[in-house]
């Protein structure tokens, strides 16, 4: 059964690549009710000007929120402006899907440093860790208001977290990906984030709040590159269905943008 995502939607790293185009379509698939919180760096500087261009043609249903994930006080600012914005009904889906892939192609492990490491396991981990935190209280009173109609069902209209991780985070798959790109830190961090995804999943199964991991396919953008074969929309468009499909069976894993379910 899929249902329509709406309500309060939260999404990291927006002024570009999936993020931006994931507020652009979230914007036109959802109701005049819902609201989509979108959240980057530097909202007020010239990289932010497509996302700002989107509020103006979608007025009254994007707000900006700085933030910058790999910084402790900014992610608390962010997460009390969206609690004094969202009230009494609570964050209804937390997309993390900002990230970086360090250090930029060709990413051979030879020329992969302690630094790029530390700041991918930063921005691609310990961010999304630290909003879905904060967030937890938002995400519950979400779950609590939706239980009337949804009992112990989970789903992304109800209360959800989706950590978006990547094919070449899998394990098994490694010998099929590695020699297509090495990219240490970036498949390193993006496992961690599939643990965490796992972790989540089972911590806040209490609380009805769905859990997965999404990989977006490999994407024409900034990071996945010109020759990439699908575009922010093609892959948007894919992952908006999938979200709206997950339900319990799917929490604590991690899916495509096609819905079909990748091993660790
Ligand atoms: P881009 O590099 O095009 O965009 C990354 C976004 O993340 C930008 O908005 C960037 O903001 C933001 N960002 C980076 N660091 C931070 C930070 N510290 N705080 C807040 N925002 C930050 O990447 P994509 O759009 O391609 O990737 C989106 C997601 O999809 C990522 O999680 C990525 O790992 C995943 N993915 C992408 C694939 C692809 O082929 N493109 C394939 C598989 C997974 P700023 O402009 O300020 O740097």
């Known amino acids: 059964m899929s249902v329509e995502l709406d309500g309060n939607i939260l999404v990291t790293g927006t002024n570009r690549g999936i993020g931006l185009d994931l507020v652009k379509m979230l914007a036109e698939r959802t109701g005049q009710r819902s609201h ?7 909202p007020e500087g010239s990289r932010a000007e497509a996302l700002k261009e989107l509020v103006t043609q979608y007025p009254g249903k994007i707000t900006l929120i700085k933030l910058d994930v790999s910084n402790e006080d900014s992610v608390v600012s962010a997460v009390q402006v969206v609690s004094a914005h969202v009230g009494a009904a609570g964050l209804n889906l937390l997309i993390n899907n900002a990230a970086v892939n360090m250090p930029e192609r060709p990413a051979l492990m030879s020329a992969t440093g302690k630094q790029d490491m530390m700041l991918s396991y930063e921005i691609n981990v310990a961010g999304p860790f630290l909003i879905s935190k904060m967030c937890l209280p938002l995400l519950q009173k979400a779950a609590e208001i939706r239980s009337s109609d949804d009992g112990d069902n989970m789903s992304c209209r109800r209360s959800a977290i989706i950590n978006i991780s990547t094919l070449f985070s899998s394990i098994e798959k490694c010998p099929e990906t590695f020699p ?3 990219m240490v830190p970036y498949r390193t961090s993006k496992a961690a ?11 806040f199964k209490t609380h009805n709040i769905l859990v997965a991991g999404l990989h977006p396919g490999w994407v024409r953008t900034d990071m996945g590159g010109e020759i990439a074969p699908l575009s922010t929309e093609e892959s948007v468009r894919g992952m908006l269905n999938v979200m709206s499909s997950l339900s319990n069976k799917d929490s604590g894993f991690l899916l495509d943008w096609e819905g079909n379910r990748i091993p660790w």
């Open 193 to 203: 984030l599939n643990m965490l995804t796992c972790c989540q999943a089972e911590d």
């Open 180 to 182: 297509m790109a090495q």
């Open 36 to 42: 989509i919180y979108a959240c980057c760096r530097e």
